[in-house]
Nanobody, 120 residues
Framework: QVQLVESGGGLVQPGGSLRLSCVGKGIVFGIFDMGWYRQAPGNERGLVAS???????EYADSVKGRFTISRDFAKNTVTLQMNSLKPEDTAVYYC??????????????WGQGTQVTVSS
């Protein structure tokens, strides 16, 4: 079965960093576009970062300059490096393997989510 296994979430102080990882099982990430989403309590799930064929990456304005999405094809892994974290970054983060629809990331498979809490 297809599984997207996420790790790296946890509690971090404002200004700190976390690195989220998503490992694919039963799926080859190299033939998918990849995305990271997050969902905070009371909010809808929103796209944070996406990585497309051709090494193109896009970021939400709220995280641009602080977050970096990257791929490791040999390890079948996509990561999200999060720096200068703010309390408003607190959310459950989800990895997704998908494709493009109308030039934008279209999610397909989902990970189970990993909690990121930014607090003193």
């Amino acid at each position: 079965q297809v599984q997207l296994v996420e790790s790296g979430g946890g509690l971090v102080q404002p200004g700190g960093s976390l690195r989220l990882s998503c490992v694919g099982k039963g799926i080859v990430f190299g033939i998918f576009d990849m995305g990271w989403y997050r969902q905070a309590p009371g909010n809808e799930r929103g796209l944070v970062a996406s990585s497309f064929r051709g090494n193109r990456a896009e970021y939400a304005d709220s995280v641009k300059g602080r977050f970096t999405i990257s791929r490791d094809f040999a390890k079948n892994t996509v990561t999200l490096q999060m720096n200068s974290l703010k309390p408003e970054d607190t959310a459950v983060y989800y990895c997704s393997a998908g494709d493009q629809l109308e030039g934008r990331f279209n999610p397909g498979y989902w990970g189970q989510g990993t909690q990121v809490t930014v607090s003193s």
